[in-house]
């Protein structure tokens, strides 16, 4: 399995801009981001392909959040800007050498330890 480790959490006020960070201890075929709530299932965030332009980013998020790849750092971004409430989460990165649907946490077997997003009104 590959490790994945993320970084970048921490507390914002609303309106506020996060950039958490994602790095792949080598060559993976997927990344994604995905963020669990207090007393809520986890759920898709954003996700890419590393060997192509392809990505995906959920309703909830299109237009606040962006997802880019530094592939020579082995290195994933999820940029948070004007965050809400309701962004507030662990947010865990995980990667996967097979292809499939990129929202599907399902099809992602390294997963990082995640990092705390907390956005306050």
């Known amino acids: 399995l590959l490790q994945v480790a993320e970084s970048g959490g921490g507390s914002v006020e609303a309106g506020g801009s996060l950039r958490l960070s994602c790095v792949v201890s080598?060559?993976?075929?997927?990344v994604g981001w995905f963020r669990q709530a207090p007393g809520k299932e986890r759920e898709a965030v954003a996700a890419?392909?590393?060997?192509?332009?392809?990505?995906r980013i959920v309703d909830s998020v299109k237009g606040r959040f962006t997802i880019s790849h530094d592939k020579a750092r082995y290195t994933v971004y999820l940029d948070m800007n004007a965050l809400k409430p309701e962004d507030t989460a662990m947010y865990y990165c995980?990667?996967?050498?097979?292809?499939?649907?990129?929202?599907?946490?399902?099809?992602?077997?390294?997963w990082g330890q995640g990092t705390q997003v907390t956005v306050s009104s």
């Open positions: 080598g060559y993976t075929f997927k």
């Open positions: 890419l392909y590393t060997t192509t332009d392809g990505l």
């Open positions: 995980a990667a996967d050498l097979r292809s499939g649907d990129l929202l599907d946490d399902r099809g992602y077997r390294s």
